[in-house]
Structure formats: C-alpha cells, structure tokens
C-alpha cells in the first residue's frame, strides 16, 4: 500500500513524494479559499440575507484576507488607527519564527495556484537568462518598501500588490459573474469597467511571470512574502546542510522558492521551510534544527543571500527609488476625479479620508452583497478610488436584512453592524425630481417608490396633494390632483431601492423617463460615517427635527419657500 501510494504520489511530481505533507496543506487551504469565496460568500438563499451569511460562515469569510500581513499592517500604517486583524497579523508572523515564510509555502492560496501553473508549464519557454539569482532577486524588498512609505503618507497600495487581495479581487472579476451567471442568470451580472482590465491584467502578469522562472512572483516581487521575509530574521529554525551532502545537486532542482545557493547553502530569507528538498536528499544530509551561532567546518555551510541584495549601493539605490516612488503614488492618487458626484459607500463605511485608507480593495464586500448592490468603481474618483465598493441604486437597492458587507472587511473600512444598526446607518438620501415625477409634473399618478420604501420597513417617503384645485380656505381638495411623493430627512437611510423600482418601471419597462425621477445622493449631511458608536444614537439625535419634505430648512424651520407653486 505505501509503495502504490509512493508511487502515485511520484506521478504528480516529485514535490508530492518529497514533501506530502505540505501539499496536502497547500490543497486544503486552497479548497478552504474557494469554499469561502463561492459558498460562504454567495449570499443568496433566503432573503433573509443576514442570516443565511451567518449560518454558512463556519470560519471568516475573510480568513485569508487577515492571515496576509501586509493587509492590516500597510492598513494600519496609512490609517494611523489600530486595525482588529493586526492580532491576526502577529500570529502568523509567530508561526514564521518557528517556521519561516509558512504563510507562503503551505497556505498563500495565490501561491499554490502558481505551483499549479508553474507544474501545467513545466520547462518549456523559460529563458535560461533568468535563473534564481540577478538584479531582480530584491526587487520585492524595494516594492515592500514602495507599500509601506505609501501607506506612512497616508495611501493605501497593498491592495494593487498584496498577495490574497490580487486573487480575491480577480477572482471577483473573473469567476464570480460565471457564477452569477450560470446561477441566477447573466443578465444580473454588471458591466465591466476599467478597473476589471487593470485587476485581470495585473493577475495574468502575475501567472506569466512563471515563463521567467517558478514561482518568480513570489520569489522576486511579491511584498507580502519580503514582510515575511524580513520577519524571518527572528526565526528560531533553520535549514543545514550537513557533512553528509554529496553535492548531488537535486535539492537545487526541486526548490521553487530559489532559497539554496550552487553550493547548496541556504539563503534563509528566501526558506520557506517547506522541506522538500530535504525528502529528495538522498543521503539525509538536510535538516531543519533550532537556530544556533554556526560552527567552523561545518560543509557548505555560511554563505546565505545574494551580493545583490547585502550590497550597500544597490540597497541605497533602491530604497531611494523606493521613497521617489511611495511619495510619487502618494501624489498621484490625489489623480483628477471625474464624477461630479461623491460615491455612495456600504453602510457602516467609515469617513471618506479613512476609508480610502483602511479600503484594500479586495473585493470580498462586493463578493457578499445580494443583488450586485455594491460594485467597483472605476478611475472616475481617480486612482484612489479605483476598486472602491459604491452603492449603485440604478442597479438595485440595498437589502434592509443584510449586513454582510461590514462583516467580511478585514480591516474596518466598513464596520461589522448588526441589522438594528444597520438598518438606521445612513448611507445618503433619496432626493424626489419635482421636474419629471410623472405626478409631481402633473403626468400621472404613480406610488412606486412610497410603495417599496413601505415595504422596506422604512416609511420615509410620503404623499402631499398636488396639481389639484382647492377650497376657499386654500386647502387642496382631496378628490382634485395627484398624490405626489416626497421624502422625510429624518428617515431616509438612502438605500436606493426607491430609485431602483422607479429606474426599472418608468424607465427601463415603461421609457416615461430618461432617468429615475427619485436618486439617491451622498456627500456632507447627506450621510453618516463615524468610526466608532451607534448609528442609533444618531437618528435619536435627529428625531424631533422632523422636516415635513425634501429640501432644505430655513432659519425657523420651514420648507414652503423651496416647494413648488403646486405644493404650496
């Protein structure tokens, strides 16, 4: 039986013989992120979205997410806030002193699905130029760099270069509107942007990388694993090469992470602690024991990282290249903004300033929101905003019975409400268009967007009498004109399913209109972005400043001035 299973296992590669263990691992972590991502963050099932989310997430939707460090901890840094998933952070940096860079060789499901491209590849179309070893083997250390001075001035990058927000977000892009699709139907899934070219195009260099050299991504640019990297100069293990080595040449072969020297010493920042090469050594000559001051003689033994990376011009050189560019990308993403309206966050989103910082882009808010209410923005808030979550009301409206958003961010950008909070965190408000509102107008009665806010539980849209004739007292006449909507302030959260209603009747369905007559508008006043207490509180704070419409309040209180004729 072991021998057939040696055998099997020889067929997939010699990594699987050598090391089965950690294969195993890589397979099950693997699975673990795409159970996540297709069933614990497919949202639907009841309408009771909440729930249905909760009853799935066995472990986080974004555990993955919190065990790359450089997510919360570039975060953190351009926030100047403590992010939650920090504690998560440390751990996996304390499981890298026992076993440095573990988070890469055994669980990074990015890298595991490059071992897979890497193996459908094999030798064939790599240069022979590129090998292990040249200019580009600190690059990552440079980009690291680029991330962190980025993050100290306040711009969060990570997200463009981090390992798991690059494959959670192109996986967004790329396999969740199959999905979407094949599901519930293709023409729910929303039209691409500039940003879906820029993601799958990032995520395909990533992949063709592999035609330099295996794992060349994680090898020589990615800055998650040079974080781990610089951490494992804590490490309290070590590969060595014992006297028994006869220089068979084998354990340089099968390492894919570039970590043994021709002489067949270890460049331990590179180790990943994977072992295999130790299961192809044929005399037992590799070991892994605890770290110690090295002893003379010991054979190939001292000689650990590449001149290119200790030397002192080449490291000068590329940290001031790595400062030119931080402050040059922190400069940039104050880019020109397009949109001359501001986005409409996820409720329990944070003000826009941290926001922009604690956002990593990933994706995963977009991944659980039923009905593709939230989607990615594109460059028209600038480089910035590109990748942003955005309510998007043309497209649907946001579900009173969810709060998935808040609860799969892994740092804080949206904050994790219950449904009672979240059902009063006011996202923007809804504003009537007294101009083309079929009854407003004088066209025809219609209740389509009082009708879907009432069934929404939230009441805040009601009807004046307009258009009609009236008594000799000046009031209207209850059998004259149409009932008109308008919208209470102190109710409306701006959840946008008002305008999506009257988006796909009078527009779409019916072309009465160019565009909804009742939109859903954000910025200051029109929202509510705290970083900590309750949302409640604020909407008791609000009660007793009821305004009777839309509109803005005069000095005693009123609204009749801003009224049309008709209204008054």
Same mark, same amino acid.
């Given at each position: 039986?072991?021998?057939?299973?040696?055998?099997?296992?020889?067929?997939?590669?010699?990594?699987?013989?050598?090391?089965?263990?950690?294969?195993?691992?890589?397979?099950?972590?693997?699975?673990?992120?795409?159970?996540?991502?297709?069933?614990?963050?497919?949202?639907?099932?009841?309408?009771?979205?909440?729930?249905?989310? =909760?009853?799935?997430?066995?472990?986080?939707?974004?555990?993955?997410?919190?065990?790359?460090?450089?997510?919360?901890?570039?975060?953190?840094?351009?926030?100047?806030?403590?992010?939650?998933?920090?504690?998560?952070?440390?751990?996996?940096?304390?499981?890298?002193?026992?076993?440095?860079?573990?988070?890469?060789?055994?669980?990074?499901?990015?890298?595991?699905?490059?071992?897979?491209?890497?193996?459908?590849?094999?030798?064939?179309?790599?240069?022979?130029?590129?090998?292990?070893?040249?200019?580009?083997?600190?690059?990552?250390?440079?980009?690291?760099?680029?991330?962190?001075?980025?993050?100290?001035?306040?711009?969060?990058?990570?997200?463009?270069?981090?390992?798991?927000?690059?494959?959670?977000?192109?996986?967004?892009?790329?396999?969740?509107?199959?999905?979407?699709?094949?599901?519930?139907?293709?023409?729910?899934?929303?039209?691409?942007?500039?940003?879906?070219?820029?993601?799958?195009?990032?995520?395909?260099?990533?992949?063709?990388?592999?035609?330099?050299?295996?794992?060349?991504?994680?090898?020589?640019?990615?800055?998650?694993?040079?974080?781990?990297?610089?951490?494992?100069?804590?490490?309290?293990?070590?590969?060595?090469?014992?006297?028994?080595?006869?220089?068979?040449?084998?354990?340089?072969?099968?390492?894919?992470?570039?970590?043994?020297?021709?002489?067949?010493?270890?460049?331990?920042?590179?180790?990943?602690?994977?072992?295999?090469?130790?299961?192809?050594?044929?005399?037992?000559?590799?070991?892994?024991?605890?770290?110690?001051?090295?002893?003379?003689?010991?054979?190939?033994?001292?000689?650990?990282?590449?001149?290119?990376?200790?030397?002192?011009?080449?490291?000068?050189?590329?940290?001031?290249?790595?400062?030119?560019?931080?402050?040059?990308?922190?400069?940039?993403?104050?880019?020109?903004?397009?949109?001359?309206?501001?986005?409409?966050?996820?409720?329990?989103?944070?003000?826009?300033?941290?926001?922009?910082?604690?956002?990593?882009?990933?994706?995963?808010?977009?991944?659980?929101?039923?009905?593709?209410?939230?989607?990615?923005?594109?460059?028209?808030?600038?480089?910035?905003?590109?990748?942003?979550?955005?309510?998007?009301?043309?497209?649907?409206?946001?579900?009173?019975?969810?709060?998935?958003?808040?609860?799969?961010?892994?740092?804080?950008?949206?904050? =994790?409400?219950?449904?009672?909070?979240?059902?009063?965190?006011?996202?923007?408000?809804?504003?009537?268009?007294?101009?083309?509102?079929?009854?407003?107008?004088?066209?025809?009665?219609?209740?389509?967007?009082?009708?879907?806010?009432?069934?929404?539980?939230?009441?805040?849209?009601?009807?004046?009498?307009?258009?009609?004739?009236?008594?000799?007292?000046?009031?209207?006449?209850?059998?004259?004109?149409?009932?008109?909507?308008?919208?209470?302030?102190?109710?409306?959260?701006?959840?946008?399913?008002?305008?999506?209603?009257?988006?796909?009747?009078?527009?779409?369905?019916?072309?009465?209109?160019?565009?909804?007559?009742?939109?859903?508008?954000?910025?200051?006043?029109?929202?509510?972005?705290?970083?900590?207490?309750?949302?409640?509180?604020?909407?008791?704070?609000?009660?007793?400043?009821?305004?009777?419409?839309?509109?803005?309040?005069?000095?005693?209180?009123?609204?009749?001035?801003?009224?049309?004729?008709?209204?008054?």
């Amino acid at each position: 039986m072991r021998g057939y299973l040696a055998r099997a296992l020889g067929r997939l590669g010699p990594t699987w013989s050598a090391s089965p263990e950690r294969r195993l691992v890589q397979s099950v972590c693997l699975f673990i992120f795409m159970a996540l991502f297709f069933w614990v963050c497919w949202p639907y099932g009841t309408r009771e979205y909440a729930k249905t989310f =909760a009853a799935r997430e066995i472990v986080n939707g974004e555990l993955f997410l919190i065990l790359d460090p450089l997510v919360s901890v570039s975060a953190a840094v351009a926030a100047r806030m403590f992010v939650w998933s920090l504690a998560v952070a440390a751990g996996v940096i304390l499981v890298g002193v026992l076993l440095p860079r573990a988070f890469c060789g055994y669980v990074c499901p990015l890298g595991t699905l490059i071992d897979v491209f890497d193996w459908l590849l094999g030798k064939a179309g790599r240069p022979s130029a590129f090998g292990q070893r040249g200019w580009w083997s600190g690059v990552r250390y440079y980009l690291l760099a680029v991330v962190l001075i980025a993050a100290g001035s306040g711009v969060l990058l990570s997200g463009f270069v981090a390992a798991i927000p690059v494959l959670t977000r192109a996986m967004l892009f790329v396999a969740a509107p199959f999905q979407m699709g094949l599901a519930k139907g293709w023409y729910l899934v929303p039209p691409a942007n500039v940003g879906h070219v820029i993601s799958i195009a990032l995520l395909m260099l990533v992949f063709c990388l592999g035609l330099l050299g295996r794992r060349f991504w994680c090898n020589h640019l990615c800055p998650t694993g040079a974080l781990l990297s610089v951490c494992a100069l804590l490490r309290l293990t070590e590969r060595r090469v014992t006297r028994a080595c006869v220089e068979c040449g084998r354990c340089v072969k099968v390492c894919s992470f570039a970590a043994i020297n021709d002489d067949f010493a270890t460049r331990p920042l590179s180790c990943t602690s994977c072992r295999t090469c130790a299961g192809v050594c044929p005399t037992k000559a590799i070991e892994f024991p605890w770290r110690r001051k090295r002893e003379n003689g010991g054979a190939n033994d001292g000689r650990v990282e590449d001149q290119t990376i200790r030397s002192r011009r080449n490291v000068l050189a590329g940290l001031g290249g790595a400062v030119v560019a931080g402050l040059g990308a922190s400069l940039a993403a104050g880019g020109a903004c397009t949109s001359a309206e501001a986005p409409i966050r996820p409720p329990g989103s944070v003000p826009e300033d941290k926001f922009l910082q604690l956002c990593v882009r990933c994706g995963q808010c977009i991944k659980v929101c039923p009905n593709n209410v939230l989607q990615p923005a594109g460059l028209e808030y600038g480089f910035n905003g590109l990748w942003t979550p955005e309510v998007v009301p043309d497209w649907s409206g946001c579900e009173p019975s969810c709060n998935n958003c808040g609860q799969v961010c892994p740092t804080g950008a949206v904050r =994790a409400l219950d449904i009672e909070e979240k059902r009063v965190a006011r996202i923007g408000l809804a504003e009537v268009d007294w101009i083309t509102c079929l009854p407003h107008a004088g066209r025809e009665a219609c209740q389509l967007c009082v009708d879907e806010c009432r069934m929404a539980g939230y009441n805040a849209i009601e009807f004046v009498r307009v258009g009609g004739r009236v008594d000799e007292m000046g009031e209207p006449l209850e059998d004259s004109g149409y009932l008109a909507p308008v919208v209470r302030q102190d109710r409306c959260v701006g959840c946008g399913l008002c305008q999506m209603r009257c988006r796909g009747i009078n527009v779409k369905s019916r072309r009465l209109l160019q565009r909804s007559a009742i939109r859903v508008f954000a910025g200051a006043g029109k929202e509510d972005r705290i970083v900590s207490g309750s949302y409640r509180a604020l909407r008791e704070g609000r009660e007793g400043l009821r305004p009777e419409h839309q509109g803005r309040i005069d000095e005693a209180g009123g609204t009749d001035e801003y009224l049309p004729g008709f209204l008054r």
